[in-house]
């Protein structure tokens, strides 16, 4: 019997075929899978993200569709992919070139980078945020605050005034002071610190939106529909604080809630966030 199995067995192997993996063959693999794991990372950080998502969900459906042999959406799937990868390219156009730029200046960290990885702000900066936040609402000061989340912002981030300080209270009151020249858009803030004002976001198309909400209200919900910042909004008509956060809005929040969403949003993890935030603190006062 056993020597039944054994012959059955040698056969069997006999008929598979293994290849030889040598040294360099090890490489080669790693290397493919450090690119595809960064490149998968960097998709993340952008809004093809959701295109990924999408895909997926259409793999499934093609799977199910093939399954049980609905040939009519077989046919529709076979004779719109072709057109589908030309529109891939066309409306993640500015991701792509984005890459293409970041490769050609080998910022190869900045492109491998994860910005997920750890805090997102300090406590301080929570501190700060909540309480200039809260000082304009008194006054009935506008303004527009985006958080960066996991997709950069680097796009909007451009099409404002570069500012690159560190987050405080006096600051964002400064900036939104009705009558000053960066008042009018959005600030942007990336960490601790407070990349751009006067950026200028996308307005949200959505028709279920209340109607009295103005043009700040909309282009909060639009930046928070494409990716998965933290928008805080302040009415300059009565001072309420809204929330937008994933294409929805919340409208008329307190103190306490917008502290816990800060403090959610910030994805506390590293120790360290409280000592960085002093060193850029005296880092700007001495360029000052």
Known sequence: ???????????????????RIHLLDWVEIL??????YHLIKWIKRTRAWYLVKGMVILVVVWVLVSLFRFTAI???????????????FIIFQPELRRALEQLGQRRLLSFFGDSDSGERYSDETRDEILTGVFEMAKVKTGALICIEGVISLEDYERSGIPTDSVV??????????????????????????????????PVSENMRLSKDLGTRHRAGV????????LVIIVSEENGKVSIAQKGQLIRGVDQEFLSNKLLE???????????????????????A
């Open 222 to 229: 639009g930046l928070s529909e494409i990716t998965d910042a």
């Open 168 to 201: 405080t209270a006096a600051l964002l009151i400064n900036i939104f002071e009705k009558n000053t020249p960066l008042h009018d858009g959005a600030v942007i803030i990336r960490g601790n610190r407070a990349a751009a004002a006067t950026c200028i976001l």
């Open 1 to 19: 019997m056993w020597d039944n199995l054994k012959d059955f067995l040698a056969k069997y192997f006999n008929r598979l075929l293994i290849p």
């Open 265 to 287: 949003f910030q994805n506390k993890s590293t120790p360290q966030s409280r000592l960085l935030f002093r060193k850029e603190r005296e880092k700007d006062g001495k360029k």
């Open 31 to 36: 290397l493919i899978a450090f690119v595809l």
């Open 74 to 88: 077989q046919w529709i799937f076979v004779n719109t992919i072709n057109v589908g990868i030309i529109a891939i």
